[in-house]
């Protein structure tokens, strides 16, 4: 029998097992015990300056790394202030854990005062991850942390809240050996169900796919449905699964009325891992199937997103990595022939976003030109990105983009790029937004100078937020509250011990930027552009 330890131990013991190398987080009085136990297991602890920092960095842990990003928080206000990051988390189906402590056993909703006691902690959390779970002993943890990263593994993944009393973590637990699942193999919808969308494609003259983020494991298998002539429009989850330079290529620039006329034009659209929602689509509609005319075809690992927002013909349910390689396994013994790919979609999509390039193009372009093939690039809920990276920054499966698409947070891209490089230092990762974006986690430079970091930060400084204000005037209210005083964020990084440069033109970004990717910290590049 092993000698008593605190509940505490349980959690960071089942941490370890399932291979969990870092977690993101700050200790406060409640989960004390959680600490007590992180030096002696190899797991590597990031502190944040705030939980929604730490949230936001599992999340670009998670998306570079593929494996799940873990927070650690105190109870009440400490898991509260990562609300906002798991609920980016859920909205973009990515796995991340988060542990904190709650109310003593028997005191959940009892108000009396106990510290930092919210009405109803795991309700809270419920509302807006995957699941809230609350176990009871630390005997439990255990078998609940080896459940929860099964099902990261084998279903959609989204975010996951563990809550344990503070007097289970406090408590004496004696340790035993920490269960690891064996997972199951993923599996596919069956022969005759393939055979189906085959028959389906061998007869439409104007098939498109339509691949989101959940299709990010099956880049291969895209890139090999795109060798056969079918063209691939991506959203922006999905950006970079398929080469952009591909001549099948489409981009992703769902959100464009000229993708919308492609996508409704198509006379087959096979959907793969994507919920087609407004997020994407900024008001688009994708125009259901028609009998004889138009078939809607979905592959999802999730049943609950076969029929969101189009009705699928043709529902597929299994993994996204399964199913299109069965589909490419019958295509080749049908004989399917190579198809050219001559629409012009390509170019009315690419001749939309033009519409809207303003600045944000040659910031794409001198960035790109300037750094390696597989750069990752942090961006937020700014025009730089999504009028930006998003049309003008080619990506092949090599990069990835970092971006909070379905949530539409502001403060994501410093603390996603800090969590992306702690999850691959030996990839060039960059963290590109606007200052309105900057000012609600510029705090996390402070994690990243600390942590010797070398990540370009280029803030795009267009004096506030200028997306509202645009819509303001679209809408006849006189703008307020949007036009902002700016601050000297090169002076300000240097305060905290970062480097902290201004670039005096665009075309000084990329220089800036390469020089960066060398330092021994993190360096702000402050560029003006209004």
Known sequence: MSDPVTGGAAVIDALAAHGVQDVFGIPGTHNLEL???????????VVTRHEQGAGYAADGYARVSGR?????????????????ALATAYADSVPVLAVS???????????????????????ALEAVCGRSIRVESADEIPEVVAGIFERFATSRPRPVHLEIPVDVLEGPWTRRPVPVRALPQPVGPGRS???????VLDGSRRPLVVAGGGARGAAPQVRSLADLGLPVLTTVNGKGILDEAHPSALGAGIRLAAAHHTLNDADLVIAVGTELGDSDLWGGVVAPGRPGERTVVRIDIDPAQMHKNVTADLAVVGDATIVLAEL????????????????????????DADADAGPWAQIQQVLADALPAD?????????????????????????RLLYPTGYATLGYGLPAAIGAKVAAPERPVIAVFGDGAAMFSIQELMTAAEQRLAIPVVIVDNGGYAEIR???????????????????????????????????????LGT?????????????????IA
């Open 35 to 45: 600490y007590r136990h992180l030096p002696g297991s190899g797991i590597r602890h």
């Open 68 to 84: 799940p990003g873990v927070l650690i928080t105190t109870s009440g206000p400490g898991i509260t202030n990562a609300i906002t």
């Open 101 to 123: 402590p709650g109310p003593p056993r028997g005191t959940v909703g009892a108000d009396v005062g106990w510290l930092h006691e919210a009405k109803n902690q795991q309700a």
């Open 193 to 199: 169900r393939v055979e189906e969308i085959a028959a």
């Open 328 to 351: 490419l396994d019958v295509l080749r013994e049908k004989g399917f022939a190579t198809r050219s790919v001559t629409s012009g979609a390509r170019e009315a999509i690419a001749a």
């Open 375 to 399: 750069t990752v690039v942090a961006g937020d809920s700014s025009q730089v990105t999504y009028y930006g990276t998003v049309h003008y920054w080619p990506f092949t499966p090599a990069n």
């Open 470 to 508: 645009e819509q303001m005037v679209d809408r006849g209210i006189e703008p307020q509250g949007v036009d902002l005083q700016r601050p000297d964020f090169a002076a300000l990084a240097r305060a905290i011990g970062a480097h902290g440069v201004v670039a005096d033109s665009v075309e000084e």
């Open 512 to 528: 800036l930027a390469a020089a960066a990717l060398t330092g021994d910290r993190p360096t702000v590049i402050h560029l003006h």
